[in-house]
T-cell receptor, first 114, second 117 residues
Framework: DAMVIQNPRYQVTQFGKPVTLSCSQT?????MYWYQQKSSQAPKLLFH???????NEADTPDNFQSRRPNTSFCFLDIRSPGLGDAAMYLC?????????????FGPGTRLTVL | AQKITQTQPGMFVQEKEAVTLDCTYD???????LFWYKQPSSGEMIFLIY??????QNATEGRYSLNFQKARKSANLVISASQLGDSAMYFCAMREGRRQAGTALIFGKGTTLSVSS
């Protein structure tokens, strides 16, 4: 089955220690997104890639960066995690950027910062 | 003003009964998409149903339908014959058509559905 995969499902890191979350997809979609979802809140878009074109949301902190080495993979790097970065990180994909395109989500990575 | 409003923080229903989860939206775009997602406690965001502003609809399972009233700007999710596995958080989301609006899904605050036997 075509799907969006995220690894690891659970990640524990220490305050200030860089961490990388990974996402892969077998849907062959052009667009990949990273959302941050804090406890009891709705997901919030951090950035997305349309193919290799990176698009950052205006209020995404500089501490968050992303890489997309090929169509299938996308990474979220948190350079110096703070306690406030503890959250669920959701990767999603869609065929294009149209408003009618469904975004398909992976299972998420739950990040704990100690 | 909120773009997506879900006024029911929690809903309770018995197994096999139907339930309606409310969603209203606010946009001035002619072209937009409305989506419902289910998020169980495991965290995965599962796509349920889509409604386009031009009346096209796409549901993933026959038990889900969307009551779309464009003039009222409402897009309520109807789950028929509730099952225990339907217990989860449900998010209504919108994506606007203008390029300036970006590509983000705008989510409501969610409704927690609890199904009892």
């Amino acid at each position: 089955d075509a799907m969006v995969i995220q690894n690891p499902r659970y990640q524990v890191t220490q305050f200030g220690k860089p961490v990388t979350l990974s996402c892969s997809q077998t849907l062959n979609h052009n667009v990949m997104y990273w959302y941050q979802q804090k406890s009891s809140q709705a997901p919030k878009l951090l950035f997305h890639y349309y193919d290799k074109d990176f698009n950052n949301e205006a209020d995404t902190p500089d501490n968050f960066q992303s890489r997309r080495p090929n169509t299938s993979f996308c990474f979220l790097d948190i350079r110096s995690p703070g306690l406030g970065d503890a959250a669920m990180y959701l990767c999603a994909t869609s065929p294009y950027e149209y408003s009618t395109d469904t975004q398909y989500f992976g299972p998420g990575t739950r990040l704990t910062v100690l | 003003a909120q773009k997506i409003t879900q006024t029911q923080p929690g809903m309770f229903v018995q197994e096999k009964e139907a339930v309606t989860l409310d969603c209203t939206y606010d946009t001035s775009d002619q072209s937009y998409g409305l989506f419902w997602y289910k998020q169980p406690s495991s965290g995965e965001m599962i796509f349920l149903i889509y409604q386009g502003s031009y009346d096209e609809q796409n549901a993933t399972e026959g038990r889900y339908s969307l009551n779309f009233q464009k003039a009222r700007k409402s897009a309520n999710l109807v789950i028929s014959a509730s099952q225990l596995g339907d217990s989860a958080m449900y998010f209504c989301a919108m994506r606007e058509g203008r390029r300036q609006a970006g590509t983000a899904l705008i989510f409501g605050k969610g409704t927690t559905l609890s199904v009892s036997s």
